[in-house]
């Protein structure tokens, strides 16, 4: 069966956009401009470009992350930090590791340039994190103007993945389970980076088991044909809303050209930067 091309650009910009959590340095840079630790770290470089949001928007529009987890990071990070730090850090930080991962100047700007009518042209309808990043400016650095359209899209596709959730009738945190019955990401992985217990964690694999998503043993659980259908089913609204939300405005000849040019560096940063077992399930 042919891939959608809305996954296709996914799986190409996922890894870059995703250099920002796994590379060297992250949390260092989240203390040099006066946060605490990783995770207040991607809290707020995450957020920044939301403003100085509170626990419980990010909460909503991460979808996923526990709420007390979410609630140790913000809003103590806007009182340590500026969001216009926060973003010229990030920012940095991901420019340096992707250049460290082979970024070249001429391929980044050239993926830039096809990737902006779809940038310019999409639909920010219920879609925040995608609006809040397609408002930043891009810069003269091709290299981080690449990094900052990758994460304006991703967000586009993510804030439509949350929404094709809600439309199923699927929690944020229901959600983690069933991608780890899917054999996306392994459990503790997945749980740890998330903020849940083993008891919360096994409350949610008992509810999903009990509406017919999930079989086998607790700590194994597998997904029925049920559940199996019910993820197809999202992730293809995903990709038609990532589609015809966005990235439409792509010829195929330029959706080619982006997958086939930036492949060199999405296999370097997946050989080097991001873990093949990781929280964003994309590694395997």
């Not at 460290?100 to 879609?127: N, Q």
């Not at 749980?191 to 700590?219: I, K, M, Y």
């Amino acid at each position: 069966m042919a891939i959608h091309p809305a996954r296709r650009i996914w799986t190409t910009l996922e890894p870059i956009h995703d250099v920002v959590y796994f590379g060297a340095g992250v949390k260092e840079a989240g203390v040099a401009v006066g946060l605490r630790g990783y995770w207040q770290t991607y809290f707020a470089f995450r957020a920044a470009p939301l403003g100085p949001v509170g626990p419980g928007a990010v909460t909503a529009v991460f979808a996923g992350f526990h709420p007390e987890m979410v609630g140790k990071a913000l809003p103590d990070a806007w009182s340590r930090a500026s969001v216009s730090d926060c973003l010229a850090a990030r920012s940095a930080l991901a420019t340096g590791l992707l250049r460290s991962a082979g970024a070249a100047d001429p391929v980044a700007a050239r993926a830039v340039d096809l990737l902006l009518p779809a940038l310019r042209r999409a639909d920010p309808t219920g879609r925040p994190l995608f609006a809040a990043n397609a408002d930043l400016p891009l810069g003269d650095d091709p290299v981080a103007a690449l990094w900052q359209v990758a994460t304006a899209l991703r967000e586009h596709r993510g804030d439509g993945h949350v929404a094709a959730l809600v439309a199923a009738g699927v929690s944020g945190p229901r959600a983690l389970v069933l991608q780890v019955a899917a054999g996306k990401v392994t459990e503790p992985v997945l749980r740890n980076a998330r903020g849940w217990s083993v008891p919360e964690w096994a409350a949610l694999v008992e509810e999903s088991r009990a509406a017919g998503l999930l079989t086998g043993e607790p700590h194994a659980p597998i997904l029925t044909g049920q559940g199996a259908d019910l993820l197809t089913s999202v992730e293809s609204v995903t990709d038609v809303a990532a589609w015809g939300g966005a990235l439409s405005a792509l010829t195929p000849e330029a959706v080619e050209e982006v997958v086939v040019s930036l492949a060199p560096l999405v296999e370097a940063v997946r050989g080097s930067i991001v873990p093949p077992d990781n929280p964003v399930g994309t590694g395997r």
